[in-house]
């Protein structure tokens, strides 16, 4: 059981870090309309910026964090990443500001940052026949988080706006606790090395773009993705509120709903529909899914019928791993680790990118004074955007070819 004290650390650290936007979606809309006084429109656009200031900050400090750690050691990073995040979590749940809470998303994108440091501990302790094994824990973290964030932030939310960060800040405190009594420091002399700013530059990876001929359409496709679905987190909660007049905690059981749908269509249909249909044509379907789904969602005015379209929503999630399978069969054994730093930076950069832009289109066309009133709006925009990318994955599947 102590042996395996730590890779349960580990696994929390990650949910936490991954639950930590799905855990407060549902009541930002009523907190920042509390803090502001503003309508739900002009609520959306602040919550466009907090979005893109979190990730900015995961993206920025991603490498920083993870450098540190091969400097000063994983234990102390990861416990002072967890205290400063559950004391960031108090400061935003006694806000009084929309520019307190403002501050209190920078830093609690900074403190959520350690997922490179919870990997390197997780290899660090891991024999090489566990690693695969300890590795998918870590993945599994990620979908656990994701699904479970949104879900008790929903029913936390029935006891107020506040409740969620400081159900939040109990977590990252307890998580924090554990650690200090099972970790053990992996970083020895041996393999400590010095902090070098040029190892920690965020945007070394995008350089590599270059480096990677033959699949600048395929990592095009791919951000058009990235970004289209990005305008889930991005607007659901001030949609749903708009357009169904859902509350916190319905909200945050249908971002439950289509995490899980999403998970286990990644899990369990990806391997089979390829066996069917191929890379390509799997790409294909999923794009094309998400297409409808996105459509549907930019008309559709009863929320039921949301709830019922969920399984067929998450079909649109056998695309991208589809992808990335083709993008990884193009490149050398040696440019794997390469390919996948350009995968993970592009997919930042939509996560800063797209709650700006689908929150400022959401606050134009739902506003009372709108010209056309169409809250479903950033929908048909990220349905544009995805016909496009499918263009291109059509035209570089013929030139393939």
Known sequence: MRTKLPVIFIFMTVVIDSMGIGLIMPVMPDLIQELTGESLADAAIWGGVLSAAFALMQFLFGPVIGNLSDRFGRRPVLLISLVVMALDYVVMAVAGSIWLLFAGRIVGGITAATHSTASAYMADISAPDEKARNFGLIGAAFGVGFVFGPALGGLLAEFGTRAPFWGAAVLAAMNAALGWYVLKETVTDKIRRPFNWRRANPLGALLAVTKLPGLASLLLVFFCYQVATAVYPAIWSYFTTERFGWSPGMIGVSLAAFGLGFAIVQGGLVAPSIKRFGHRGTVALGLAIEVVTLCFLGVVNWGALVLAAVPFAALGALGMPA????????????????????????????????PLIMTQTFAYFSRPDATIYMPGAPFLLSAALLICGLVVFFRSSRRRS
Not at 334 to 345: I, M, N, R, Y
């Open 323 to 354: 992808l990335q399978g083709i993008m990884s069969r193009r490149v050398a054994d040696d440019a794997q680790g390469e390919l996948q730093g350009v995968l993970t930076s592009l997919m930042s950069l939509a996560t800063i990118m797209s």
